[in-house]
């Protein structure tokens, strides 16, 4: 069979690649690069309000679960850098050497994915600028937000794409762990909150600071940003894996400054916020009442530089990828002029994210659209987990990178948390049908 073939070709080491050549040394700010383009895509407003309200309803008894998660996204994305670094192969290329089936699943999915999430990072992007500045409907900001956005994936390359990420991560990190320190946290408490607890009624919460922060389909396209970055061969090993752990780390610091913030300005005061996005916006009324109209329209600055990060992050990842799922399927190689940034694979799914989910601010969503947005999206983080296990402990990867005891255990509980998060997930999607058809 085709995948057969195709898994044997993956098997055989590539011209030129030598996963024992001597590893590059880090010098300087070398060491940043696509860890933190990964961190600040997958860290959107949506998990933004999920640790707000974990920090508004438990206090400081889910810290742990932030700790761990950070740990966790460390481990997966190290392993789809790794895989590509030492094999010199893309992370779809590994997929479709396990077989049709990575096919089948990722396909619709990416197309249906890309399709719901265009108009959900539009919106999300607009909603603090609707708010700062309402000269605008939201749908126009939406649609404004989405135009620009693909003009800066459009006609830069990857290095605009990361400066970008850089500045929106620098934005975020001063306004939200400045916050924090502005509500003087109850350092006792904090460090109660690393004793791993789950409080009564906070099972889904835990899941989602573990497992479903900074967790999207971006972590996979770590792999596709080393290439751009020019980090395609083993040497670099050291410094991807110093790169993601920086980033990460960032991403960690980021997201407990949030929860710090949810426990001491919503917790201590009795406050609650909506699920969605605009919860965060009532979070920036509260700051203004508190603090003033300065800290209130800097969490709305904050907002909008952890959406719009996001927003770039996918528009330039996400495409990546469908252009090297869309280019293998036509047997053409992994950095083919068509499936790079500005081929014409690459832009096509790039006029897919901007342009036709514009529709979706005209029309409610098709219920069709929301169950099977849900499902598959619940189900990519497994997948994920699960394939590198399996890519990282078998001859589709070189020995000296594959993976040791530790990590194996790592993703293994990555895997079993991302399964019975996504089936939380499937579920409350059940449940949006279901409600939305009894109107």
């Known amino acids: 069979m085709a995948h057969e073939k195709f898994a044997d070709k993956a098997r055989r080491p590539l011209p030129g690649i030598d996963p024992d050549e001597p590893l590059e040394k880090v010098s300087g700010w070398k060491v940043v690069g696509p860890g933190l383009v990964v961190a600040a895509t997958g860290v959107g407003a949506a998990d933004l309000v999920a640790t707000l309200t974990a920090g508004s309803r438990f206090g400081y008894g889910l810290l742990w679960a932030v700790v761990l998660g950070t740990v966790l996204k460390i481990i997966l994305v190290e392993g789809a850098g790794r895989y590509s670094l030492a094999t010199g192969r893309t992370i779809f290329e590994g997929w479709r050497s396990l077989g049709k089936w990575t096919t089948v699943y990722f396909g619709p999915y990416i197309i249906i994915w890309g399709f ?78 690393f004793v791993p607890l789950i409080p009564e009624g906070g099972v889904v919460y835990t899941l989602a600071l573990a497992g479903g922060i900074g967790g999207t389909i971006t972590l996979a396209a770590y792999g596709y940003w080393l290439r751009e970055k020019g980090w395609y061969r083993p040497g670099w090993m050291r410094v991807m894996q110093l790169d993601n752990a920086a980033a990460y780390t960032v991403t960690g610091i980021f997201v407990v400054a949030m929860l710090v913030v949810g426990v001491e300005v919503l917790y201590s005061a009795g406050y609650a916020i909506s699920a969605g996005d605009e919860g965060l916006l009532e979070l920036g ?92 999206g619940a189900l990519f983080m497994p997948f994920l987990a699960i394939t590198l296990v399996w890519l990282l402990n078998t001859d589709r990867t070189p020995r000296r990178w594959r993976n040791g005891a530790f990590t194996n255990v790592a993703l293994a509980l990555c895997a079993v948390l991302f399964i019975v998060l996504g089936l939380y997930q499937a579920w409350d999607t059940l449940q949006d049908v279901v409600a939305w058809f009894r109107g």
């Not at 999300?124 to 989405?146: H, I, Q, R, T, Y």
């Not at 502005?182 to 350092?187: A, S």
């Not at 036509?330 to 096509?348: L, M, V």
């Open 285 to 376: 009324e509260i700051l203004k009442d508190r603090y003033g109209d300065v800290i209130g329209t800097a969490f709305l600055v904050g907002f909008w530089a952890a959406s719009f990060s996001s927003l770039i992050g996918v528009w330039s990842g996400v495409s990546l990828m469908f252009a090297d799922f869309w280019g293998n399927l036509r047997e053409k190689p992994s950095g083919h002029p068509d499936t790079i940034t500005g081929g014409k694979y690459f832009r096509f799914y790039l006029l897919w994210l901007t342009f036709p989910p514009m529709l979706l601010f005209l029309l409610d969503r098709p219920v069709f659209l929301i169950l099977l947005y849900g499902v598959l």
């Open 116 to 193: 719901v999430y265009g108009a959900t990072a539009m919106s999300s992007a607009a909603l603090p600028l609707a708010a700062l500045f309402p000269v605008l409907p939201l749908w126009a900001w939406a649609v404004l937000m989405g135009l620009l956005g693909f003009a800066m994936v459009w006609f830069g390359r990857y290095a605009v794409v990361e400066k970008i990420a850089a500045l929106m991560v620098g934005i975020m990190f001063v306004v939200v762990v400045g916050l924090a320190v502005l509500t003087v946290p109850n350092i006792p408490e904090m460090l109660r909150g």
